[in-house]
């Protein structure tokens, strides 16, 4: 009898060791959540299950810090007013927040057709027809960490980074919107709520990183029909 409790005791240890703890071990360890475990995108896939956690805890601080509504719509996106703006997240390891998923893009009114013809070189700040436009914002130079973006004129009432948790984090900047009158934006950023102006951007034009006297001090736009 002592000799069978023994064996049934081995055979349990080693379908714990196997399985990789007790059932009640296994209910601890962090779950990601379904929006995020359900992005099929292979970049996303081929993360580590350590990677997604990382991932979602700067989305979770993000949209704890922001708490005006901000909705997660992939694994390294949120959105905002119904997908504009649009925060997007680079990927564990990477330098640069990668290209607007297919989500990201049909929240912000793209469909299927527009989204596949979407010219993504500008530095991934989406660029498609002359009335599908964006112009973003990013947290480091060289176009790297986050990208902030929008593709509507936001002209009267403009726009306040810290409703993004953004503020004061812009160093590059590109403005996809064409060089025309009917259709392009002029983006005038400010210290503050629109007490000093720091720079404007004109369509058609980027820039890497702005000068060390106006990095990090972005607080506010306009964006305005030409």
């Not at 299950?49 to 700067?58: G, I, N, P, V």
């Not at 997908?83 to 680079?90: A, C, K, L, R």
Request: proline share 4%; net charge negative; charged share 20%.
């Amino acid at each position: 009898m002592h000799t069978s409790t023994t064996v049934a005791g081995t055979v349990v240890l080693l379908a714990t060791l196997i399985t990789g703890g007790t059932a009640a071990q296994a209910q601890e360890r962090p779950v990601l959540p379904t929006i995020a475990a359900s992005d099929s995108r292979p970049e996303i896939r081929a993360l580590s299950l350590d990677e997604k956690q990382e991932l979602q805890a700067e989305i979770d601080a993000t949209l704890t810090e922001t708490g005006n509504g901000g909705v997660q719509i992939s694994a390294n996106e949120i959105s905002w007013s119904g997908g504009e703006p649009t925060m997007v997240f680079p990927l564990p390891g990477e330098t640069k927040a990668p290209a607007s998923s297919a989500v990201a893009l049909k929240a912000a009114g793209v469909n299927e057709t527009d989204a596949a013809q979407l010219r993504v070189d500008w530095e991934n700040c989406p660029a498609g027809a002359d009335d599908n436009r964006w112009y973003c914002f990013y947290q480091y130079s060289a176009f790297g960490g986050r990208r902030l973006q929008w593709n509507h004129a936001h002209c009267n009432n403009g726009i306040r980074f810290s409703d993004y948790g953004f503020d004061n984090k812009t160093t590059g900047w590109v403005n996809t919107t064409p060089d025309r009158d009917d259709v392009g934006m002029i983006v005038t950023v400010y210290d503050g709520w629109f007490t000093s102006s720091l720079w404007r951007e004109q369509p058609w034009t980027k820039v890497s990183q702005v000068d060390s006297f106006h990095d990090n001090k972005a607080s506010s736009f306009r964006a305005c029909r030409q």
